[in-house]
């Protein structure tokens, strides 16, 4: 499948927003995600955006998505320890398949 | 976790062994999938089914079968386990929904000596 790639660190104050970038390659993705790892657990399912939309806001989360540099974001405002996770970004590719990035690492700082 | 339980949790085998990872559900959704992650290569999909007894290959299959008799019950084998298999695996349910989410299982943790 395509490629998706993200950066793997991140650090921010507390109480500031956090931004986490992600690219994709296959154009024809319809779906993308974010999920959230916390250590020993399982993925998180944090928000979804379908591709003919530009952004998505839920509570403290707003995805952005901008399809002609097949460029997706994630932003947390009022980042708080509790955020401390890896993040993952996938997309869906073909009738089931999710491709995932490798994961950034957020990592907040008092 | 969705109504999803993975076992073992934890499992130490050595190399040449024959291992299977059950993944049980209690939403009856149709799609069922195994990853691995590994450090650097966030979640590489194993193996997927769309029913009982349907399943198709993902792009780490090689090492790798799967089956499934029942709606709830996912198995993955590993049918001699090498060490370049110790990784972490997860079992993920979807279900045609809008958006085709996928939820995800807590994980087992398989380390070949």
């Known amino acids: 499948g395509e490629d998706v790639e993200q950066s793997l660190f991140l650090s921010v104050r507390e109480g500031d927003s956090s931004v986490i970038n992600c690219t994709y390659t296959?154009?024809?993705?319809?779906?993308l995600y974010w999920y959230k790892q916390e250590p020993g657990a399982g993925l998180q399912l944090l928000t979804y955006?379908?591709?003919?939309?530009d952004m998505k806001q839920d509570q403290r989360l707003t995805v952005l998505l901008n399809k002609k540099d097949k460029h997706l974001s994630l932003r947390i405002a009022d980042t708080q320890t509790g955020d401390s996770a890896i993040y993952f970004c996938?997309?869906?590719?073909?009738?089931?398949?999710?491709?995932f990035g490798q994961g950034t690492r957020l990592t907040i700082n008092p | 976790d969705a109504g999803i339980t993975q076992s073992p949790r934890h499992k130490v085998t050595e190399t040449g062994t024959p291992v299977t990872l059950r993944c049980h559900q209690t939403?009856?959704?149709?799609?069922m999938y195994w990853y691995r992650q590994d450090p650097g290569h966030g979640l590489r999909l194993i193996h997927y089914?769309?029913?009982?007894?349907?399943?198709d290959k993902g792009e780490v299959s090689d090492g790798y079968s799967v089956s499934r008799s029942k709606t709830e019950d996912f198995l993955l084998t590993l049918e001699s386990a090498t060490s370049s298999q110790t990784s972490v695996y997860f079992c993920?349910?979807?279900?045609?929904?809008?958006?085709?989410?996928?939820?995800f299982g807590p994980g087992t943790r398989l380390t070949v000596t």
């Open positions: 993920a349910i979807s279900e045609n929904t809008v958006g085709y989410e996928q939820y």
């Open positions: 296959d154009s024809s993705s319809t779906y």
């Open positions: 955006i379908f591709s003919n939309m």
């Open positions: 996938a997309e869906k590719q073909g009738a089931q398949k999710l491709v």
């Open positions: 939403e009856n959704h149709r799609y």
């Open positions: 089914s769309y029913g009982v007894k349907d399943t």
